[in-house]
């Protein structure tokens, strides 16, 4: 079992519907990443939280999704309403700090289905 | 032009052949590379990163060609655990690492 968690497992919701994802990484790790995986693709980034803030979310539909992680230790990630495409994997990472050698470890992932 | 580029497969191969996978990225700023391991519907987990010197873990032998922008993974002795996908991931320091994954290529190892 992954050390990152993640909940919950799996999510099928209807479209337009609020969805919510909650991620806590390895104790100690600085930064906590969220991708979005499309069957048959490669995880892609979604938000970078460095403690509290967001170092990078270039890639996040902002007009429905959000994202926080207010205490710097865990976080959330919501999209209101979902869409049909909206449909993946969704994965939270963490790694010690932001380096670029260092390994990000991966939750087991949430995965959901819009109806 | 995708940022991370690997044949998608499957690679179909008998238990012990050797398989090399091949992955080249377009950011010849990019300074950090690895190859992750993705079984069926679970999460991606660090197999290994990947030096321009060309490192060796067990039966798994990664190279770097950054003239190239070349990345690979050999796997020798293939065992039928060896079946997963693998996904080929450069990342870029911008400040902070951001990582830009490949599609993945999928193995399958049969008896």
């Known amino acids: 079992e992954a050390e990152v968690a993640q909940s919950p497992r799996y999510k099928i919701t209807e479209k337009s519907q609020a969805v919510a994802f909650w991620c806590d990484p390895i104790?100690?790790?600085?930064?906590l990443y969220w991708y979005r995986q499309i069957l048959g693709q490669g995880p892609e980034l979604l938000v970078q939280?460095?403690?509290?803030?967001?170092?990078?979310d270039s890639q996040l539909p902002k007009d429905r999704f959000s994202a926080e992680r207010l205490k710097g230790v865990d976080s959330t990630l919501k999209i209101q309403p979902a869409e049909l495409g909206d449909s993946a994997m969704y994965l939270c990472?963490?790694?010690?700090?932001?380096?670029?050698?260092?390994?990000?470890?991966f939750g087991d992932g949430t995965r959901l289905s819009i109806l | 032009r995708k940022e991370v580029e690997q044949d998608p497969g499957p690679f179909n191969v008998p238990e012990g052949a050797t398989v090399a996978f091949n992955c080249t990225y377009s950011?010849?700023?990019?300074?950090?590379f690895f190859w992750y391991r993705q079984d069926c519907r679970k999460e991606p987990k660090l197999l290994m990163s990947?030096?321009?010197s060309g490192n060796e873990d067990g039966r798994f032998t990664a190279q770097l060609n950054r003239a190239s922008q070349y990345i690979s993974l050999l796997i020798r002795d293939s065992k039928l655990s060896d079946s997963a996908t693998y996904l080929c991931v450069v990342a870029m320091n911008t400040g902070f690492q951001k990582l830009v994954f490949g599609t993945g290529t999928r193995l399958l190892v049969s008896p």
């Open positions: 990472a963490s790694s010690l700090e932001g380096h670029s050698n260092q390994p990000q470890h």
């Open positions: 939280f460095q403690d509290e803030s967001v170092v990078d």
């Open positions: 950011n010849s700023a990019s300074q950090s």
């Open positions: 990947v030096y321009s």
């Open positions: 104790s100690g790790h600085a930064t």
